[in-house]
């Protein structure tokens, strides 16, 4: 008897102190001596800590950059091929591989340690890279974009999983975001003017073998069961069916209106199969599979968690389709050349760099991250309400000021959708809601970036017929720069007729913005965390 209070006694000393907040909300305190289990494996500190952390902070720099860098270089690349066809394929390879496995990086990492599915994950990431800086031809780059694609599924959504301070420096990690979508256009613009597209992949081998080079300062302890068991514990079916459905998916996003048109054959097939296949997911999950890749479970009992990926997604899909449709606008309207562009959009990422750094740190210190989702929801709602009114005629205090509010908003919803869906869960499910915060993020950008697309080259056909028939669409949204060559009068016309079309397309930005926030409302925080640093790569 004495033996088991002394165990007892010993269990509740390594348990975290949990003081109550209310009826429905509890303080998890780290800092008061307690032990959080998931992040017991290690706890480095000082210079190995945040060697570490800039290890993390680099890999969702590369994922981001990645996204962003090519914008400049597309037309450089095709020319090289002589393969203008093919363009899109440089991103859809990308983002379909990516995005499809997103959510299997957060399972794995549970079944087989956070650090060697972290170094795999940059592996392919590097590799990839390198097949695209030295491919011979279009086919091989599409190849490497899609090996790319492998590691970059993973880099994002680990590097949140592996910080498991929920506040302080996952704003931080998360600010690298805002970096890398300024430093991308005019990296890339650099490199093909300057040097050679192939840059815009080479630059990612250097930085790519420092955060690797990170990851061996951690001293993980062994992975639990052998690999053979590891392996038999993987759902397999699960997550071949679920890759194959989110890739039915993408693809018609991706090539919806360049390459297919939207009502064809190709692209209602790709969506109801998509469709389909997800439902054959969740009736493996609920019937057959015995660790399902995600916890169907947490999906439907827990709201907090669906409300935050639908938050990931929207916030996905509003700031990804201003950050790329921005630019174009500056190019168009207002003459710029592309890397000036990106150069015209550094108010957005610092509205995103401040509050994203900032909301995590007042989220550490008061521990509530659901005004930061709302209100960072109605902030950018604002910011794109506003960016639509930008025409010829505004501004440098316009483009600052409107640009600057858009990424304000999206920064502090960011952080706080991180912190707040780890929050929300048992320890043991944090790597799994995790990646799917992440997918619906990326599933999120992909959607906007489409949507936005269609209805703006819709807009712009209809206005270019009104104000410049004859001038095909193709020639403003692809070719910019010769716009400033035609007479003024048609020129005065054609971004005349961008700007009308912007305007109304710019709405859909405003309306995914507001339904971010409208979810927020209802999600329902349940405890705040405080407490210092800690790392957890096991």
């Known amino acids: 008897m004495t033996e088991e209070i002394d165990k007892q006694k010993l269990e509740d000393s390594r348990a975290p102190t949990v003081s109550t907040v209310d009826a429905e909300s509890t303080v998890v305190d780290v800092e008061s001596g307690g032990a959080d289990p998931f992040l017991e494996p290690s706890k480095p500190t000082g210079f190995q800590f945040y060697i570490i952390l800039l290890g993390l902070s680099l890999s969702v720099f590369l994922a981001a950059l990645d996204q962003t860098v090519l914008v400049t270089a597309t037309v450089a690349i095709g020319e090289r091929f002589d393969a203008f066809d093919d363009i899109p394929w440089i991103g859809t390879a990308y983002f379909l591989i990516s995005t499809a496995l997103a959510p299997n990086y957060g399972k ?80 890339g613009g650099y490199f093909t003017d300057h040097l050679t597209w192939r840059w815009c992949f080479f630059i990612n081998l250097p930085i790519g073998a420092v955060a690797i080079a990170t990851v061996f300062l951690f001293q993980s302890p062994p992975t639990k069961g052998s690999l053979r068991e590891n392996l038999a514990r993987v759902d397999y079916l699960g997550m071949a069916v679920l890759m194959l459905a989110i890739a039915a998916l993408i693809l018609p996003l991706q090539l919806g209106g360049n390459s297919w048109e939207w009502a064809s054959g190709q692209s209602i097939g790709c969506f109801v199969a998509g469709a389909v296949l997800l439902i054959v997911f969740v009736f493996i999950e609920k019937r057959f599979a015995k660790e399902p890749v995600v916890a169907l479970d947490i999906m439907f009992q827990n709201r907090n968690v669906p409300l935050f990926v639908f938050v990931a997604f929207m916030a996905g899909a509003a700031f990804m389709s201003l950050i790329y449709y921005i630019p174009i606008y500056f190019q168009i309207v207002n003459g710029h050349s592309a890397t000036r562009a990106g150069i015209d959009t550094i108010p957005m990422v610092m509205g995103f760099v401040l509050t994203s750094i900032a909301s995590g740190q007042l989220i550490s210190r008061y521990g509530i991250y659901t005004p930061f989702l709302y209100g960072g929801g109605a902030v950018l709602a604002v910011g794109a309400g506003l960016m639509s009114t930008l025409d010829a005629d505004s501004s440098t205090a316009k483009h600052v000021g409107f640009l600057f509010i858009g990424g304000l908003g999206h920064g502090a919803v960011m952080t706080a959708r991180t912190i707040g869906i780890q929050a929300s869960v048992p320890t043991e499910h944090i790597a799994i809601v995790t990646a799917l915060s992440s997918f619906g993020l990326s599933f999120g950008s992909v959607m906007g970036i489409a949507v936005v697309g269609s209805v703006m080259n819709n807009l712009l056909t209809s206005k270019l017929a009104e104000y410049a028939p004859g001038v095909p669409v193709a020639l403003v949204t692809a070719r910019a720069s010769e716009i400033y060559n035609m007479p003024a009068p048609l020129k005065d016309a054609v971004t005349r007729a961008y700007v009308e079309a912007q305007h109304e397309a710019f709405i859909a930005p405003v309306v995914m913005a507001v339904a971010l926030a409208l979810a927020a409302v209802f999600i329902k925080q349940t405890r705040k965390v405080t407490g210092k640093h800690a790392v957890a790569m096991e």
């Open 108 to 187: 794995l990492s549970d079944i087989f340690g956070r650090k060697i599915i972290y170094l795999l994950a940059l592996a392919f990431f590097v590799v990839g890279s390198l097949i695209c800086g030295v491919a011979p031809s279009m086919l091989v780059l599409i190849i490497g974009r899609a090996v790319a694609g492998i590691g970059a599924g993973g880099m994002v959504g680990l590097s949140f999983i592996i910080i498991a301070q929920r506040g302080r420096y996952q704003g931080i990690v998360g600010s690298m975001f805002g970096i890398a979508s300024i430093v991308g256009p005019i990296a």
